[in-house]
């Protein structure tokens, strides 16, 4: 598959897409129509340099959260597909997102991965930027740039950055739509996972960071709908009574399927009144939760104890909120982790991973929320190695001479009849919501926006 001249920085701002990938990605339409999905999207290199080009330019892209910033100054480094940018509060307390790179020989003009400055010193010839990235002066200015342009030799800026429920998001395409209509109804989950109360959530310090040797859309695809994979990826976690019913978590469960290739895994708690209520979380947190702020249906669903289990937001963002022990022999936690799947060439992805703790909730039950969720997601967590290890299979058939050429995926289940899995009628929340989670529609649908965004012009 070859890239065309344009695509590698030619005629138009984003490429056009060659013959053979447009032929490509119509064949895998209709293959997603029929249920099957070619591997090859799962480690084609011309493939990742589309997405960078197309998907990653142009979506809202989740860059951090609002407590990692909450101080002029404040900065972090952070990526958009695998372009690095700063994104920091400035003086003014405007949040910008800044690219990492200096406009005179291109060096990066920022090497810690955190920390508070006013400034923005290049270490190549030393100009200096200020942390709203305009162009500040350079060694030697008055002999070297007398008449420099200051207003056009800033750092390059994001275009556009928005916030909601304290998730950052940036967009580098100026005609983006705005971030609220981005996100559609995903907004009204959001609400109800982290608008709880006005103290909101934090991170519960930097990042988990680690290199995964798979595709990045393997984890995307799996947190928008997978529920089906526990019974069997992390049965092992059931025998050493970390999960207590695998095949429960599978059966369950059921999809939230949203406009823009967004979806929800969607459960009902199960930590036991009257001690666990509101999202499984204890009476001690509960007491903290302020259900005024939600409408009618948002009450509903909270008092009905339905629970976000996971999320994906097209195309890297995902969710986990659920609950297991901090350690073997304790009784389970609720925890909430944001994870992004950071592209790193077609092969690999860097998983990012913020535990977020309540800033209402008792300090000990947010050290065991944390530990919980360590324990199970993170580099060493016990379900991230169960789900690492089986989305390696991705690039292995997608290089195979034997499977390359005509191997598909099954991506049949839910479609026409074939298992379990109706709408649900009565579903007091925005989106089309299924009986189970025996099905692979959020899965299609998010496949479908992905070859939406790459071969949209
Ligand atoms: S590359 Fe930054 S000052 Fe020269
Ligand atoms: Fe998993």
């Not at 022990?325 to 690999?348: K, N």
């Not at 324990?375 to 292995?396: A, C, I, K, N, Y």
Request: charged share 20%; hydrophobic share 35%; proline share 7%.
């Amino acid at each position: 598959m070859m890239v065309s001249a344009d695509q590698q920085g030619g005629t138009s701002s984003y490429g056009s897409l060659n013959g053979s990938m447009q032929a490509f990605l119509a064949e895998v339409r209709k293959d997603l129509e029929q249920g099957m999905l070619s591997p090859r999207v799962l480690n084609d290199p011309d493939i990742h340099r589309a997405e960078l080009d197309r998907i990653f330019t142009r979506c809202w892209v989740f860059v951090g959260h609002i407590s990692e910033i909450s101080d002029p100054g404040d900065y972090v480094l952070r990526y958009i597909g695998e372009d690095q940018f700063i994104l920091v509060r400035d003086e003014s307390g405007e949040i910008q997102l800044l690219m990492n790179n200096c406009v005179h020989r291109a060096s990066p003009v920022c090497r810690a991965e955190k920390g508070n400055t006013s400034h923005f010193r290049c270490p190549y010839h030393g100009w200096i930027y200020k942390n709203s990235g305009e162009w500040n002066g350079a060694p030697f200015r008055a002999k070297a740039y007398p008449k420099i342009d200051t207003a056009r030799w800033g750092l390059r800026k994001a275009p556009h950055v928005d916030s909601y429920q304290g998730l950052i998001f940036a967009c580098l395409d100026p005609q983006a739509m705005p971030l609220r209509e981005y996100l559609g109804d995903m907004c009204w989950y959001l609400d109800v996972l982290f608008g709880l109360n006005e103290q909101g959530m934090r991170v519960a310090g930097d990042p988990h960071r680690w290199i995964v040797p798979a595709n990045w859309k393997s984890g995307a695809e799996n947190f928008v709908g997978d529920a089906y994979h526990v019974q069997s990826a992390h049965r092992s976690l059931e025998d050493i009574g970390l999960l207590p019913d695998a095949g429960g978590a599978s059966t369950g469960n059921f999809h939230v399927t949203l406009e823009g290739g967004h979806g929800l895994i969607v459960s009902r708690g199960f930590l036991p009144e009257p001690h666990y209520g509101i999202m499984d979380y204890p009476s001690e947190v509960t007491s903290t939760f302020d259900l005024t702020r939600f409408d009618a249906d948002q009450r509903e669903f909270l008092e009905s104890r339905y629970t976000v289990v996971g999320f994906t937001i097209f195309p890297n963002l995902s969710l986990i909120h659920a609950a297991t022990p901090p350690e073997p022999g304790l009784p389970p936690v609720s925890f909430t982790c944001l994870r992004q799947w950071q592209p790193r060439g077609s092969e690999e992805f860097e998983l990012w991973n913020w535990p977020l703790v309540w800033n209402a909730a008792p300090p000990e039950f947010n050290h065991a929320s944390y530990d919980a969720s360590v324990l199970g997601f993170s580099p060493s967590g016990v379900f991230e190695q169960d789900d690492t290890v089986v989305w390696r299979g991705g690039p292995m058939v997608g290089r195979s001479a034997f499977a390359r050429k005509d191997m598909k995926l099954n991506f049949e289940m839910g479609l026409d009849g074939m298992s379990d899995y109706e709408p649900r009628l009565d579903w007091i929340g925005p989106g089309e919501a299924s009986t189970s989670a025996f099905g692979e529609k959020n899965q299609r649908r998010w496949w479908q926006r992905w070859c939406d965004a790459l071969a949209s012009s």
